[in-house]
């Protein structure tokens, strides 16, 4: 059985850091795309970055780009989200996901960010930003 369990979460000011972490636990292989994913209150759920199976390539949404960075340890089955300069606009629930590599990168770009994409979802972490 799959599992995603985020950790990592909790309150900062603005300007600060977080380093966010999600165990991934029940794959067969690590031929698996992972993800980063928040919502804030009232919201919709909106990709944040995402990481291909080898850890080599990456997508991030406009809005963290040079701000954020997503790896991933495969010995360890791993994914983190360093978050930095953060701002009360980065307030939310954080969640990992994770969805099977079947796709080039160049198409999972198109639908990379969209939450029905993925197959496999944590509980999701909080974050809090305040001014």
């Known amino acids: 059985q799959v599992r995603l369990v985020e950790s990592g979460g909790g309150s900062v000011q603005a300007g600060g850091s977080l380093r966010l972490s999600c165990a991934a636990s029940?794959?067969?292989?690590?031929?698996?795309?992972m993800a980063w994913f928040r919502q804030a209150p009232g919201k919709e759920r909106e990709g944040v970055a995402t990481?291909?199976?080898?850890?080599?390539?990456?997508y991030y949404a406009d809005s963290v780009k040079g701000r954020f960075t997503v790896a991933r340890d495969n010995t360890k089955k791993m994914v983190n989200l360093q978050m930095n300069s953060l701002n009360p606009e980065d307030t939310a629930m954080y969640y990992c996901?994770?969805?099977?590599?079947?796709?080039?990168?160049?198409?999972?770009?198109?639908?990379?960010?969209?939450?029905?994409?993925?197959?496999?979802w944590g509980q999701g972490t909080q974050v809090t930003v305040s001014s």
């Open positions: 029940g794959f067969t292989n690590s031929y698996y795309r």
């Open positions: 990481i291909s199976a080898g850890g080599s390539w990456t």
């Open positions: 996901a994770a969805h099977p590599a079947v796709s080039t990168w160049s198409v999972w770009g198109r639908s990379w960010s969209e939450s029905r994409s993925y197959s496999y």
